[in-house]
């Protein structure tokens, strides 16, 4: 007798680890594209929890302009503008979020000239993407609530009579990539 593979064995040894080499590489490639899935979805996260603690405390510092207007200027679905002294300094500025295609924007204005306004010609306006990949939804990015707000009664009607409101709520909600399946 000879020692040794015969053909068959061969084959069916370099079939076997094939497959095991397969297995594996395809394993490696969904977790690779699980990180990335993951990381960035921490990523918007963040990203979003951290804008929605700044539009809460911005909006609990709401207060008439320094030209005495109310202190809510524009209530919409998807734009809402106030104003609040978001900054040390003495001056209330005008702050204006609004959805630009898949884009929360940020505008704020501080008051200059002589007399005051909150004009962009005159005044220091800064503006700012605060968040990307805003999906669109059904859900209003902003709804407003009257004084008999319980939690569960439905917001106001659009447009909004803005000295009737008491309450805002923001959803937020974001899509890294709307054409793929969260």
Known sequence: MRAGFTLLEVVIAVAIVAIVGAVLFLLQSNFFSLNT??????SIERDAGSLMRDIVSQLRAV?????G?????????STLAF?????????????H???VGSALRRSTI?????????????????????????????????SYYDASYAGTTTPLTQPVMIAAV?????????????FQLP
């Open 166 to 178: 008491q309450h805002i709520r923001v959803s937020i909600t974001v899509d890294k990539n709307p």
């Open 37 to 42: 899935f993951l990381q960035e979805s921490l």
């Open 63 to 67: 207060s008439p302009s320094d030209l």
């Open 83 to 95: 104003y609040a002294n978001i900054d040390a300094d003495p001056a209330i500025e005008r702050v």
């Open 69 to 77: 207007g109310y202190p809510i200027e524009v209530a919409g679905s």
């Open 97 to 99: 979020y609004f959805l």
């Open 110 to 142: 501080k008051p200059a000239g002589s007399p005051l306004t909150y004009a962009t010609t005159t005044a220091a306006e800064t503006l700012s993407t605060v968040l990307t990949d805003v999906a669109a939804t059904a859900t209003p990015l902003f």
